[in-house]
């Protein structure tokens, strides 16, 4: 049987006006338009055909239709290279939408997908799921793709429970196929969501939210129960940066998502967020976003105090001079060891408990590290080395011992 006659046996079975066919690469796409609404790739050279899902937008009334990838077109593209369309083509799109009733047309476009599947589940549904569309569209769509939310299920497989004329008092057990959290207030919320944010990847992001035993959950819930429409700022700052809800008041929280400058106080949220958890500090709700510059110049002032105490080390147990010259800071000790090329780093911990201290010693161009050991009662000399721990002079080593014994007179301690 060639092409041409598998194609007829389509427009024999469903009518030659809903039939339309368009070529691949080595196959046939066909599509059968409404109210059949089937679409099948057929096999250009042996008696073979599958039925599939056809992806459409209805919106920009376009039709996708993957061609297989060559060698050539590997090198130029990442994904499925997409056909391009003959003015005949163009014209068989163009009459397939046109079959597609008004109504229904108009409740479909407005998703930013699964427009082939919604509409395929009102014609198996029927007439009062485009009527649930209108009244909640967020749960209708997860309806529609109810298996990619729970693979157990289908709005197929599971006929009886989706029967049309009962699917609006099924709301709760939607939500529980679905996997999300089946109460009236999670209806009620999703209902909110605009319609440009419906995808499968967000509203799992917003079953993760509503299954969770987060700490923000009763303030977040609240916040969405009193907004009339979450849009594209709401999501982006509860589900998104659920982080900054904590720095923020109810009034705060429903003016930065009125602002158009949304973007640039998210952006200072985020640093006051990263100052505050270093602080280990809890900072008041931040009641008016008038504050927030004058709040992240408090954080970071406060912040730079703590990093600067906390790179400086305890005063030297002796006094330095001119060539023996105490490491005071973090700073100074990371400078040193690399200078140095030892592992003198490694020794903040003892510096700060004040078990060691170390010096920098230069001395006629000679270069190295001292370390004092120091205990309740005494302080003792620890080790000279030069770089790379190699043994330094005598006369260096005998200038440390004058400098030591002048400093700590009650001991009478020399390097060896």
């Known amino acids: 049987m060639d092409k041409f ?24 796409f066909i599509l059968i338009g409404y109210p059949v609404w089937k679409s099948f790739i057929v096999s250009s050279k042996i008696n073979f055909s599958v039925e599939v899902a056809a992806e459409i937008n209805l919106k920009k009334q376009t039709i996708t239709i993957p061609e297989r990838k060559t060698e050539d077109k590997k090198k130029h593209s990442g994904s499925n290279p997409k056909k391009i369309f003959t003015e005949n083509e163009l014209k068989k799109i163009s009459s397939f939408f046109s079959l597609i009733p008004t109504n229904i047309f108009d409740a479909v476009k407005v998703y930013p997908d699964s427009h082939w599947e919604i509409i395929k589940t009102i014609i198996y549904l029927g007439n009062n799921f485009e009527t649930f569309i ?24 599971s006929h009886i429970f989706f029967a049309a004329n009962v699917i609006f008092d099924k709301q709760i057990q939607i939500l529980e196929y679905a996997r999300f959290h089946p109460t009236k207030q999670t209806v009620k919320i999703l209902s909110k969501l605009d319609i440009a944010l419906v995808s499968v990847e967000n509203l799992k992001m917003m079953r993760s939210f509503f299954n969770s035993h987060i700490e923000e959950k009763k303030k977040i819930i609240k916040l969405l129960s ?12 509860i589900f998104k940066h659920q982080k900054l809800l904590k720095l923020l008041s109810f009034k705060a929280i429903n003016e930065i998502v009125e602002l158009k400058n ?35 110049e408090n954080v970071k002032k ?26 005071t800071t973090k700073r100074e000790l990371i400078y040193w060891a690399k ?37 309740k009662k005494t302080i003792r000399l620890g080790s000279l080395l030069a770089t790379r721990n190699k043994a330094v002079s005598s006369r260096l080593k005998k200038m440390v011992n004058e400098w030591f014994q002048e400093k ?9």
């Open 134 to 157: 209108n009244t909640n569209p967020v749960l209708a769509y997860i309806v529609v793709n109810l298996q990619k939310f729970n693979a157990s299920y289908s709005v197929y497989t």
């Open 339 to 375: 200078r140095q090329i030892n592992c003198i780093r490694s020794y903040e911990e003892p510096i700060k408990s004040r078990k060691n201290y170390f010096y920098k010693v230069i001395y006629k161009n000679e270069e190295a590290s001292l370390q004092l050991i120091l205990t």
């Open 226 to 237: 009193h907004q009339k429409k979450i849009n594209l700022k709401h999501f982006n700052l």
């Open 302 to 327: 406060k912040e730079k105090k703590r990093r600067e105490k906390e790179n400086k080390f305890p005063p030297p147990p002796l006094e330095g001079n001119d060539f023996i010259i105490p490491i």
């Open 262 to 296: 949304y973007d640039d106080k998210i952006s200072t949220l985020k640093s006051i967020d990263y100052y505050i958890k270093n602080l280990n500090v809890q900072l008041p709700l931040v009641k008016s976003l008038r504050n927030l510059e004058k709040i992240l």
């Open 408 to 416: 700590y007179l009650s001991k009478n301690i020399y390097v060896n």
């Open 5 to 28: 006659n598998r194609l007829e046996k389509f427009q024999n079975q469903y009518g030659k006006n809903i039939v339309f066919s368009f070529r691949g690469s080595d196959f046939i």
